[in-house]
Structure formats: structure tokens, C-alpha cells
């Protein structure tokens, strides 16, 4: 079967501007994690959700981050007023979440680079 | 918080020998997982080997296997009979349950080892 998609695969912008990111889980996976990866911090965790459970927003730098899941299914991150310091790849992964420790599907990845 | 290091930013292997890789972590949890993922050029992050914490017997899979160590917090990872396609970035990875405390099952990465094997 298919594995997590993400789109773009590559996104150049200009800083101030807003991008919008998406990531298509594996289908029955009802927890999506977002994670960034950069050099400056390493990979870390942004976002989770989990079913129709309130998502975990702790790991979001700034509220210029948000992201929303529709349908149990796609989700988009959103960067509002984007800076150089967004510039990283960002990583979406889905998993059956119904126990701890379910392994995580990771997608490709989308590269941010602003300018 | 957890914590996760890898101390060895590079390492270099010939094809068909052993190598290991080495990860430490830091939490005061009793139960939680360990593991290890590959990600090699294309960015594509792949999982290599998961180790629950309360199992003592240390898993593997293929070429693959790890040493756990609870006590001294330690798991590394034993690549044998090393191959091309082993090359890649090396990320240890920990992980509070869902189960416990309200912990959403996300992963907590080391900052990797970047491995390369030579023909």
C-alpha cells in the first residue's frame, strides 16, 4: 500500500510570506505526528493528533505555526509570516496509535527554504 | 524532560564488518521505547530496530541488533557484515507511551551518527 505522502517536496519562499504544507497519512492511521528537522536544532516535534482528541500543540515554536487535520485524514501546517530561521525540512509521520510505542511511517519530508 | 546523545557525529565502516553505534538517553520513566531509525540521502526516514523498555532480552532484526543496557541508560546499535546500503544518517530515538501520563507517543531524537560505508 501506499506510505505517507507530503507536498511540496521543495518549497522556496520569500520571508513574510505564508506557506502551507501537506501530508497525506497511511489510510487507518489514526495518529499524525509533524516534526522539523534543521541544523541548528536537530529533528523535534511540533505537532500530534491523535483520533478526534485534542491535538498537542507543545512542541510549536510560535504561533506563527498552526496546523489542522481534516477528516481524521490530511493534515496542512501552516507557517504564517515565514522567517529564515523556518528554513529546515519538514517531516510528517502517521502510525496506527492505538498502543504505546506503534512505529512511526515517516513521509519524504517538504524543504523549506526561505529567503 | 528525556534526553537523548549521540556522541559520535561521523563514523566510517568497510563493507562486511561490524560496527556499532552508540546512544545514551536520560529519563526517570521505568517504561517507555528505544529506537533506532535510518535516513539515508533521500531523506526518507526508515525504523531499524524498537526496544521496549521492560523486555531485558535485546531485539533484532537481521544484520541488525541492539545492546540495552536500562541500568546505565545506554542502547547502542551493532551493525553486522556492513553494506553499501547501510550508508546513511543514524538517529536513536526515545519514547514515553501514550499509555502513561498523558504522553502522546512522540519521539525524541538524538542528534544522529553519520554513517558511511566503504567498499
Known amino acids: 500500500g501506499a506510505g505517507v505522502s507530503q507536498s511540496p517536496s521543495n518549497k522556496v519562499t520569500e520571508k513574510g510570506k505564508d506557506v502551507e504544507l501537506r501530508c497525506d497519512p497511511i489510510?487507518?492511521?489514526?495518529?499524525l505526528y509533524w516534526y522539523r528537522q534543521s541544523l541548528g536544532q536537530g529533528l523535534e516535534f511540533l505537532i500530534y493528533?491523535?483520533?478526534?482528541?485534542?491535538?498537542?500543540k507543545s512542541g510549536l515554536p510560535s504561533d506563527r505555526f498552526s496546523a489542522e487535520r481534516t477528516g481524521g485524514s490530511v493534515s496542512t501546517l501552516t507557517i504564517q509570516r515565514t522567517q529564515q530561521e523556518d528554513s529546515a525540512v519538514y517531516l510528517c509521520?502517521?502510525?496506527?496509535?492505538?498502543?504505546?510505542?506503534?512505529?512511526?511511517?515517516f513521509g519524504p519530508g517538504t524543504r523549506l527554504t526561505v529567503l | 524532560a528525556q534526553t537523548v546523545t549521540q556522541s559520535q557525529p561521523e563514523m566510517s565502516v568497510q563493507e562486511a564488518e561490524t560496527v556499532t553505534l552508540s546512544c545514551t538517553y536520560d529519563t526517570s520513566e521505568s517504561n517507555y521505547y528505544l529506537f533506532w531509525y535510518k535516513q539515508p540521502p533521500s531523506r526518507q526516514m526508515i525504523l531499524v530496530i524498537r526496544q521496549e523498555a521492560y523486555k531485558q532480552q535485546n531485539a533484532t532484526e537481521n544484520r541488525f541488533s541492539v545492546n540495552f543496557q536500562k541500568a546505565a541508560k545506554s542502547f547502542s546499535l551493532k551493525i553486522s557484515d556492513s553494506q553499501l546500503g547501510d550508508t546513511a544518517m543514524y538517529f536513536c530515538a526515545f519514547m514515553k507511551p501514550m499509555n502513561y501520563g498523558g504522553a502522546t507517543n512522540k519521539l525524541i531524537f538524538g542528534t544522529g551518527t553519520l554513517l558511511a560505508v566503504q567498499p
Open positions: 493528533f491523535q483520533g478526534n482528541s485534542a491535538p498537542d
Open positions: 509521520a502517521s502510525s496506527l496509535g492505538d498502543r504505546g510505542g506503534s512505529e512511526q511511517f
Open positions: 489510510s487507518g492511521h489514526t495518529a
